[in-house]
């Protein structure tokens, strides 16, 4: 059982933290920010979860530390818990994005050793256990502290192991990319909407419809073509909607869009 220290309370790290109070692994969730309300909100979720204001308290005794804040508070962040951290028994997460291993090795630097280290791009989606977490380990990391951290984050979602350099756009894809799935499924409300169906049924239909197309592709192990390929008879509807988004820039919208949010 894992006692896991979050450090920010915001949008990702709350959302972790209501996440790792369902899950078998983590004995003990704890949060610090600074916005007493933030932490309010938390403890009336669950009030198992340990708030403070105190960053340095918060990491003391935790087996994983979890930074999540803005990336321009990083540096000030890790230098108010380095010194109350044990790097021989704790475990350091990063979900900051844009901050890479070498700046976050500068920050926690001691001549004497490193913490274990992963960086780690989730989505919103684990509010509802299906996130996308995509996870690079340090060149310090063993196979079994590997191994923890999948387990723990699997029951969040789906974990996929990366090299950082990949991370980027593993954080366009999933990250940001959550974000491009509920503009579609606006998109195609509004559309709804226009040839006249109401718009809390046009999003349960749409969603629903999403879900279905996920589970054939996924049962299936098949590609997205070969299922388009089903519902698209010669001189149908289907084509003809398709040529006409096509036509409109949906697969480059799509594409410009992932690439226009690629950290570089």
């Given at each position: 059982m894992t006692k896991i220290a979050i450090i920010g309370g915001g949008n990702m790290g709350g959302a972790i933290a209501r996440a790792l109070?369902?899950?078998?692994?983590?004995?003990?969730?704890?949060?610090s920010d600074i916005n007493e309300n933030t932490l309010r909100s938390l403890q009336n979720f669950n009030n198992s979860i340990k708030v403070t204001t105190l960053n340095e308290e918060n990491v003391k005794g935790a087996d994983i530390v979890l930074l999540a804040v803005k990336p321009w508070l990083a540096e000030s962040v890790i230098e108010e818990i380095k010194d109350a951290m044990d790097y021989s028994k704790q475990i350091f997460i990063s979900i900051v994005a844009g901050v890479p291993f070498e700046k976050l090795c500068s920050y926690l630097y001691e001549e004497a050793a490193l913490p274990p280290m992963f960086r780690?791009?989730?989505?919103?989606?684990?509010?509802?256990?299906?996130?996308?977490?995509?996870?690079?380990?340090?060149?310090?990391?063993?196979?079994?502290?590997?191994?923890?951290?999948?387990?723990?984050?699997?029951?969040?979602?789906?974990?996929?192991?990366?090299?950082?350099?990949?991370?980027?756009?593993?954080?366009?894809?999933?990250?940001?990319g959550i974000a491009y799935a509920f503009r579609y499924i606006r998109a195609a409300v509004e559309g709804a909407v226009e040839m006249g169906v109401y718009p809390q049924v046009a999003k349960q239909v749409v969603t629903q419809t999403l879900r279905g197309a996920i589970d054939l592709i996924d049962t299936n192990d098949s590609?997205?073509?070969?299922?388009?390929?089903?519902?698209?008879?010669?001189?149908?509807?289907?084509?003809?909607?398709?040529?006409?988004?096509?036509?409109?820039?949906?697969?480059?919208?799509?594409?410009?869009g992932l690439k226009a949010s690629l950290i570089k």
């Open positions: 109070t369902q899950n078998s692994l983590i004995s003990e969730v704890r949060v780690m791009i989730p989505n919103t989606a684990i509010d509802v256990l299906q996130s996308v977490l995509t996870i690079a380990p340090y060149n310090n990391v063993t196979e079994e502290q590997k191994a923890l951290i999948a387990d723990i984050f699997n029951e969040t979602g789906k974990v996929f192991f990366v090299q950082e350099k990949d991370l980027n756009a593993f954080m366009s894809l999933s990250s940001c590609h997205p073509e070969e299922e388009i390929d089903k519902v698209t008879t010669p001189g149908g509807i289907t084509i003809k909607g398709l040529n006409e988004m096509e036509a409109y820039g949906f697969t480059n919208s799509v594409i410009k």
